[in-house]
């Protein structure tokens, strides 16, 4: 079936480091893929999406561009913050005539001042 | 201001035990959505409402239900609740459905997360 996979976590940066999350996803068809990103305590929360190849998704200083020739949907910010600390989650549109969003197992990010 | 509310955010119940978690909205959405987020684990779909339709995954157990009554308010039901159920629930609604000349953004409440004893 259709599924995501992303980087394994926790991943722990210094602030102003660069960040690359890592996404891939199984080339049936040609998702929608989005980045949502989960604060403690809160629920999720779209950060960014792109719906075909070659769109760059952006928001918040983070970026994702989609890449038909390598499936993937990478996250990446040139500069973190303290306040970026959170989980963030990669996911496609499930397809296959399912409607919901098939998730990847998400990525803690810690960012120590 | 909350668009989708989950409550309890902490629910305990005993193995067996019937238990019902509620989702609104105050989106005036056509979709509402149940997830299921074990630990460590990527939230997987349970079952939608489009409208008053519902759609259940299909390797979703018997064991949980939902209900519609209104476009505010969903319910999942875990009719006979089993130690394996512990985990966060999800509610997300979306104005439409991806395949209506999406994708719609999913907005997600804050979760509830069930403890079975």
């Known amino acids: 079936g259709n599924s995501v996979t992303q980087m394994e976590g926790p991943v722990t940066l210094s602030e102003e480091a660069f960040l690359t999350i890592n996404c891939t996803y199984t080339?049936?068809?040609?998702?929608?893929l989005f980045w949502y990103v989960q604060y403690p305590g809160e629920g999720l929360q779209l950060l960014l999406k792109a719906t075909k190849a070659d769109d760059k998704g952006s928001n918040k200083g983070f970026e994702a561009t989609y890449r038909k020739e390598t499936t993937s949907f990478h996250l990446e910010k040139g500069s973190v913050q303290v306040s970026d600390s959170a989980v963030y989650f990669c996911a496609r549109i499930s397809g296959g005539g399912a409607d919901g969003l098939t998730f990847g197992k998400g990525t803690h990010l810690i960012i120590q001042p | 201001d909350a668009m989708v509310i989950q409550n309890p955010r902490y629910q305990v119940t005993q193995f067996g035990k019937p238990v019902t978690l509620s989702c609104s909205q105050t989106l005036n959405h056509n979709v509402m959505y149940w997830y299921q987020q074990k630990s460590s684990q990527a939230p997987k779909l349970l079952f939608h409402y489009y409208d008053k339709d519902f759609n259940n995954e299909a390797d979703t157990p018997d064991n949980f239900q939902s209900r519609r009554p209104n476009t505010s308010f969903c319910f999942l039901d875990i009719r006979s609740p089993g130690l394996g159920d512990a985990a966060m629930y999800l509610c997300a609604t979306s104005r439409d459905l991806p395949k209506n000349r999406g994708p719609y953004e999913q907005y997600f409440g804050p979760g509830t997360r069930l403890t079975v004893t």
């Open positions: 080339a049936t068809g040609y998702p929608s």
